[in-house]
């Protein structure tokens, strides 16, 4: 399977919100609920955000939201927070041969 | 609190082998899917490989399949990846991770990741 498509870059102003897309195939992202977003900061390990395309662990803030819609899925970060700047990947559960793909990853500037 | 940490990274010449070790602690090892997921220095995410004891289940990325074997030990609670023929394009942090539960359904916790560097 090849790569999830996400945008190279997002930004926003602290308060703004900003929403992060994630493509996939019918596949992968459209015909599954196992759609997940992380966050990475630089030099540390990626932290699980969304889970199930719309859930949250527990410790994450309301602030980060997930949602998809046919075989794109998208995580939207409101009230940006200057902490928020950082690396964000989709990935999904592509079924065919257990695989699962990551998208190419979103650095995410706060102006 | 759960715990990975990774092992057995290191500098490694094109077609030898290496194998790393995850040492796994604070939840019930054999009910989880395990996984590898690799970050080649200022790259994204690439899953490796994962295992499902319970089911059974093995995979690989097909730019790893047959030249790396993931296994566990559940008596020991680890997880390793034994990795044959490398390439210099398998450079890269390799991080331990732990399913939220059945397989590929969340990456839940991940480890500090071991480093490989494959080079002449």
């Known amino acids: 399977q090849s790569a999830l498509t996400q945008p190279p870059s997002a930004s926003g102003s602290p308060g703004q919100s900003v929403t992060i897309s994630c493509t996939g195939t019918?596949?992968?992202?459209?015909?599954?609920?196992?759609v997940s977003w992380y966050q990475q900061h630089p030099g540390k390990a990626p932290k699980l955000l969304i889970y199930?395309?719309?859930k949250r662990p527990s410790g994450v803030p309301e602030r980060f939201f997930g949602s998809k819609s046919g075989n794109t899925a998208s995580l939207t970060v409101s009230g940006l927070q200057a902490e928020d700047e950082a690396d964000y990947y989709c990935?999904?559960?592509?079924?065919?041969?257990?695989?699962?793909?990551f998208g190419g990853g979103t650095k995410l500037t706060v102006l | 609190e759960v715990q990975l940490v990774e092992s057995g990274g290191g500098l490694v010449q094109p077609g030898r082998s290496l194998r790393l070790s995850c040492a796994a602690s604070g939840f019930t090892f054999e009910h989880y899917a395990m996984h590898w997921v690799r970050q080649a220095p200022g790259k994204g995410l690439e899953w490796v490989s994962g295992l499902n004891w319970s089911s059974g289940t093995i995979a690989y990325a097909d730019s790893v399949k047959g030249r790396f074997t993931i296994s566990r030990d559940n008596a020991k609670t680890s997880l390793y990846l034994q990795m044959n023929s490398l390439r210099v394009e398998d450079t890269a942090l390799y991080y331990c991770?732990?399913?939220?539960?059945?397989?590929?359904?969340?990456?839940?916790?991940w480890g500090q990741g071991a480093l490989v560097t494959v080079s002449s």
């Open positions: 990935n999904s559960y592509a079924g065919s041969n257990n695989h699962v793909i």
């Open positions: 991770v732990k399913d939220r539960h059945g397989w590929g359904t969340a990456f839940e916790y």
């Open positions: 019918s596949s992968d992202v459209g015909a599954y609920i196992y």
């Open positions: 199930e395309v719309n």
